[in-house]
């Protein structure tokens, strides 16, 4: 079956430890993004790619990066994690089109120490 | 700047009752609207998406309606069950892939 892909399921780090997620598409989507989810609160989107385009938003801290080594994979980097990033890190595809529908990915549960 | 606003935020229901969630944006120049579904410590699950042409999408026991000049949507659940038991988010999608998404409704139906 199609589907997004995120790897681990959980990712215990240390207090400024560089970390990085996984997320692979076989749905062959254009655009893939990184949200963050933090307990009882809406996800917030960090970044998204169309195909190699990288768009950031205007509030994502510089501590968080993303590379798109290409259309299937996407990484999210955190160079060093705070307390205050501890969170659900999700992931998510959609074709481009200006309706087209998010497919989300099961999540990176992240715990910082 | 687009906000969006569900109510209630928890909602407790006998087995079987329909019920109705709501969900509110403050700017109606969205593309489309999407539910989710999300159970505990897990990804979201796509349930409806309504484009801004349309007024609403059904599948199976649920049914979304929009209304861009008031700017709510509603998902109505009938005839619910206790597997219905997650949390209900909406997503405003919006120009140049801004998506956002409301705090959502923590739903619990009772066997």
């Known amino acids: 079956d199609a589907m997004v892909i995120q790897n681990p399921r959980y990712q215990v780090t240390q207090f400024g430890k560089p970390v990085t997620l996984s997320c692979s598409q076989t749905?062959?989507?254009?655009?893939m993004y990184w949200y963050q989810q933090k307990s009882s609160q809406a996800p917030k989107l960090l970044f998204h790619?169309?195909?190699?385009?990288?768009?950031n938003e205007a509030d994502t801290p510089d501590n968080f990066q993303s590379r798109r080594p290409n259309t299937s994979f996407c990484f999210l980097d955190i160079r060093s994690p705070g307390l205050g990033d501890a969170a659900m890190y999700l992931c998510?595809?959609?074709?481009?089109?200006?309706?087209?529908?998010?497919?989300f990915g099961p999540g990176t549960r992240l715990t910082v120490l | 700047k687009q906000e969006v606003t569900q109510i209630p935020a928890a909602l407790s229901v006998p087995e079987g009752e329909n019920l109705v969630l709501n969900c509110s944006f403050t700017?109606?120049?969205?593309?489309?609207l999407q539910w989710f579904r999300q159970d505990p410590g897990k990804g979201l699950t796509s349930l409806l998406l309504?484009?801004?042409?349309?007024r609403e999408q059904t599948s199976g026991r649920l049914n979304a309606s929009l209304d861009k000049s008031s700017g709510r949507s509603t998902l109505y659940i009938a005839a619910s069950q206790p597997g219905d038991s997650a949390t209900y988010l909406c997503?405003?999608?919006?120009?140049?892939?801004?998506?956002?998404f409301g705090a959502g409704t923590r739903l619990f139906v009772k066997a």
């Open positions: 998510a595809t959609s074709m481009g089109g200006r309706e087209s529908e998010q497919f």
């Open positions: 749905l062959n989507h254009n655009v």
């Open positions: 790619y169309y195909d190699k385009d990288f768009n």
């Open positions: 700017d109606s120049a969205i593309y489309n």
């Open positions: 309504i484009q801004s042409s349309q």
């Open positions: 997503a405003g999608h919006t120009g140049g892939f801004k998506t956002i």
